[in-house]
């Protein structure tokens, strides 16, 4: 007798059948099944020698009448019993492994991305509950996985309510710092990859290089914790100033400060005695206006008030009205001021 592949396409289809037999054809499988059989007489030997090895007749025997049953089966010879005892083990690897593939995809965090246009905010909900509100033009990247919750801002300024899980600490990557916390309310101004800002509004952040592994993070958190006073543990009312991603400088709020600091989440914008030029910068991301000084002397007069958010033509009104400064707007969507 010849030997048989263990790659033979009808054979493996066969192998395919019996499965599907050993599960319960379904009203749709019946009649294609049927087909299949009846489209070649090797069709109808290779599964009629598959039922036989796994004792599955009593499958066929279901089907008799609408094709016919040998009555007396071959003995199936040394090779083929070999053969299909392959055509088995290899299923049964492709099972295994697809299982563990399916496995490693559900485990592999996915990314999500949340943005505002400049002049809006808005605030999203993660998928652990935990909320960020993201002011003008910022932007954030999520991943979720089964240790850890990561949140990276790519630009702009968020405050995060987290949503408490001590085995699964909320991490926010800023350039080349990271704050961790485990239930709390903090925000964070990222200027650029090395200079950023920090809020504590509740609880506890944790400042830390955002080069750290899970298990580098977790060992710093205890480590911190232990100690009677860490200046990377920030506290709620405290601002941590980054400079150069190590100049850090952390003060005190007081609640008018703490207020001020984070008007903009209630769409407003308040200054105290602010130079000209640092209210512009300020007031620009919340516009597509940008401003020019033409005047030197005008561009640390201090301003004192209060905004709405991308409310350019109060603010325009009030420099004109109380310190005499004209304003003009040009075609690149420009407002140039200077004296009167």
Same mark, same amino acid.
Request: net charge neutral; glycine share 4%.
């Given at each position: 007798?010849?030997?048989?592949?263990?790659?033979?396409?009808?054979?493996?289809?066969?192998?395919?059948?019996?499965?599907?037999?050993?599960?319960?054809?379904?009203?749709?499988?019946?009649?294609?099944?049927?087909?299949?059989?009846?489209?070649?007489?090797?069709?109808?030997?290779?599964?009629?020698?598959?039922?036989?090895?796994?004792?599955?007749?009593?499958?066929?025997?279901?089907?008799?009448?609408?094709?016919?049953?040998?009555?007396?089966?071959?003995?199936?010879?040394?090779?083929?019993?070999?053969?299909?005892?392959?055509?088995?083990?290899?299923?049964?690897?492709?099972?295994?492994?697809?299982?563990?593939?399916?496995?490693?995809?559900?485990?592999?965090?996915?990314?999500?991305?949340?943005?505002?246009?400049?002049?809006?905010?808005? =605030?999203?909900? /993660?998928?652990?509950? %935990?909320?960020? #509100?993201?002011?003008?033009?910022?932007? !954030? +990247?999520?991943?979720?996985?089964?240790?850890?919750?990561?949140?990276?801002?790519?630009?702009?300024?968020?405050?995060?309510?987290?949503?408490?899980?001590?085995?699964?600490?909320?991490?926010?990557?800023?350039?080349?710092?990271?704050?961790?916390?485990?239930?709390?309310?903090?925000?964070?101004?990222?200027?650029?990859?090395?200079?950023?800002?920090?809020?504590?509004?509740?609880?506890?952040?944790?400042?830390?290089?955002?080069?750290?592994?899970?298990?580098?993070?977790?060992?710093?958190?205890?480590?911190?914790?232990?100690?009677?006073?860490?200046?990377?543990?920030?506290?709620?009312?405290?601002?941590?100033?980054?400079?150069?991603?190590?100049?850090?400088?952390?003060?005190?709020?007081?609640?008018?400060?703490?207020?001020?600091?984070?008007?903009?989440? =209630?769409?407003? /914008?308040?200054?105290? %005695?602010?130079? #000209?030029?640092?209210?512009?910068?300020? !007031? +620009?991301?919340?516009?597509?206006?940008?401003?020019?000084?033409?005047?030197?002397?005008?561009?640390?007069?201090?301003?004192?008030?209060?905004?709405?958010?991308?409310?350019?033509?109060?603010?325009?009104?009030?420099?004109?009205?109380?310190?005499?400064?004209?304003?003009?707007?040009?075609?690149?969507?420009?407002?140039?001021?200077?004296?009167?």
């Amino acid at each position: 007798m010849a030997n048989h592949s263990v790659h033979d396409p009808i054979r493996l289809q066969a192998s395919a059948w019996i499965s599907r037999l050993n599960r319960g054809l379904t009203d749709e499988e019946k009649p294609q099944l049927i087909a299949w059989i009846n489209q070649n007489p090797k069709h109808h030997k290779a599964i009629y020698k598959c039922a036989s090895f796994f004792d599955n007749i009593a499958h066929l025997e279901e089907l008799n009448g609408v094709f016919p049953l040998e009555e007396n089966p071959r003995i199936w010879t040394t090779n083929v019993i070999i053969s299909t005892a392959i055509l088995l083990a290899i299923a049964i690897s492709l099972t295994v492994a697809s299982f563990y593939w399916i496995k490693k995809l559900n485990n592999t965090p996915s990314t999500r991305f949340y943005a505002t246009n400049i002049g809006e905010s808005h =605030q999203y909900t /993660l998928p652990d509950g %935990s909320k960020v #509100l993201l002011n003008s033009n910022s932007k !954030v +990247s999520v991943n979720y996985s089964e240790t850890s919750r990561v949140v990276n801002l790519i630009y702009g300024e968020g405050q995060f309510n987290v949503e408490k899980n001590a085995d699964k600490p909320f991490i926010v990557i800023v350039g080349r710092k990271s704050f961790t916390a485990l239930g709390t309310i903090f925000n964070v101004e990222k200027s650029n990859e090395m200079d950023m800002e920090l809020i504590v509004t509740e609880g506890v952040v944790l400042i830390s290089d955002s080069t750290l592994d899970h298990a580098q993070l977790k060992q710093r958190i205890n480590h911190e914790q232990q100690k009677t006073h860490s200046r990377d543990i920030i506290t709620a009312h405290e601002k941590a100033s980054i400079e150069n991603s190590r100049n850090q400088h952390v003060a005190t709020l007081s609640m008018p400060q703490l207020s001020k600091a984070l008007a903009w989440q =209630q769409g407003m /914008l308040i200054f105290d %005695s602010q130079p #000209l030029m640092e209210v512009l910068q300020e !007031v +620009s991301r919340y516009t597509d206006i940008q401003f020019e000084i033409l005047s030197s002397d005008i561009a640390n007069i201090e301003i004192s008030g209060t905004y709405n958010t991308g409310d350019v033509k109060k603010l325009l009104a009030s420099l004109a009205h109380n310190f005499n400064i004209q304003y003009k707007y040009n075609a690149t969507n420009t407002v140039q001021l200077s004296l009167k």
